[in-house]
């Protein structure tokens, strides 16, 4: 594997030098406490399994941080099904406890059957759901802090956007410790993948086992995500380091950014008491349209 | 002059084929002419990951792994 640099690094060295990137992370950004409850998002693709393999390592070496992986099963055919399959394996094989938990059980629909039913952006309604959900059951099953496999990447792409839709409050809740201030209606999400790019992820997973055959989520062509990407990978051939200065000057500017932001008030949602910015939290907004859109579906 | 024929797996596609290259050739030169940014991949040969400079050999059987997934 080859690095920024333009360092050569045979299998085992690169795995030693991902890892220690991975815990440098940790300890520079005080992802974690001396004893933590952590959860996992786990989707069972190559960044929550890579991100779960080092954080599970910790934990053999650590007997006070306690691992629980989080699954969401949002019904999308073709495609969860594989991953969570992946997910469920690499917890088998490693002892881990695995909580999964459905739209379908949740809400009593799967997302592909909201989409039949509801004009909406599909990553839109799944990514206010699974959010929801995450955070909804972190706090029940008593989780300190949730791990996810956000990476480089990934923070390139929503700065990015963020600035293209001049959501610059969405820019303040990023950073490898998302969120403006502590609230106890939110479960702390930290990033430890967040200095390595997708392709040293890929590489990792490859080298480990973790890399399944490709699965892209049959929506993601679709989003804003998808096009800001292409156009971040385009720049990133074109002047090697883009990601790495995008996001790392994106951190001399975040602390400032959590200043300016940090008095948006966090209400609790008045249906379901999750944290949100208005009255009522996204979720039960567009579980309400999903309900009434079911009456006025059954009236015809 | 010479060619280095090799079959390739594009797993985003789940595409094979098989293609000739000059005999040098590089694999940074098959990701060029199969028009792939080399940003977006990973390449394996016999499932061990290859450099980009790293030479093509006749007969060789490349994988080209995506390194996006995910939703």
């Known amino acids: 594997m080859e690095l920024y640099s333009g360092e050569k690094l045979c299998k085992s060295h690169f795995i030693g030098y991902f890892e220690n990137k991975v815990f440098k992370t940790i300890r520079q950004f005080e992802l974690l406490d001396k004893e933590e409850n952590l959860g996992v998002a786990l989707s069972g693709g190559k960044d929550s399994l890579s991100v779960l393999r080092i954080l599970n390592k910790l934990s053999l070496e650590n007997p006070k941080i306690n691992i629980n992986a989080i699954a969401v099963d949002e019904g999308i055919s073709n495609y969860r099904d594989k991953t969570l399959e992946k997910a469920r394996e690499f917890c088998g094989k490693n002892k881990i406890k695995l909580h999964i938990f459905s739209y379908k059980e949740e809400f009593g629909l799967t997302l592909d059957e909201m989409l039949k039913i509801f004009d909406v952006k599909p990553c839109t309604i799944c990514g206010i759901f699974r959010r929801y959900l995450l955070n909804k059951k972190s706090k029940e099953l008593k989780l300190t802090k949730l791990a996810t496999g956000h990476n480089l990447d990934d923070e390139c792409q929503s700065i990015f956007m963020n600035q293209i839709k001049n959501n610059i409050s969405a820019s303040a809740r990023l950073g490898p410790k998302a969120g403006l201030t502590h609230d106890k209606k939110f479960v702390q999400r930290i990033k430890p993948l967040y200095l390595c790019t997708e392709k040293e992820v890929t590489a990792y997973a490859f080298i480990n086992g973790l890399l399944d055959e490709f699965n892209e989520c049959p929506n993601a062509s679709k989003s804003f995500r998808a096009q800001v990407r292409d156009i971040v990978n385009d720049l990133e051939q074109k002047f090697p380091g883009t990601k790495y200065s995008v996001v790392n000057s994106f951190l001399q500017t975040l602390p400032l950014l959590k200043q300016k932001f940090k008095n948006e008030a966090i209400k609790a949602c008045n249906r379901c008491n999750e944290p949100s910015a208005n009255d009522a939290c996204n979720a039960c907004v567009y579980l309400e349209r999903l309900k009434n859109r079911i009456i006025k579906l059954n009236q015809n | ?71």
């Open chain 2, 1 to 71: 002059m010479n060619k280095t024929k090799v079959s390739v797996f594009i797993d985003k596609e789940n595409k094979n084929a098989v293609l000739e290259l000059d005999s040098d050739s590089l694999v940074m030169d098959l990701l060029r002419k199969l028009g792939i940014n080399p940003v977006t991949v990973i390449v394996s040969r016999n499932n061990e990951l290859i450099l980009e400079d790293e030479k093509l050999n006749n007969n060789d059987e490349i994988r080209i792994l995506s390194v996006i997934s995910g939703g």
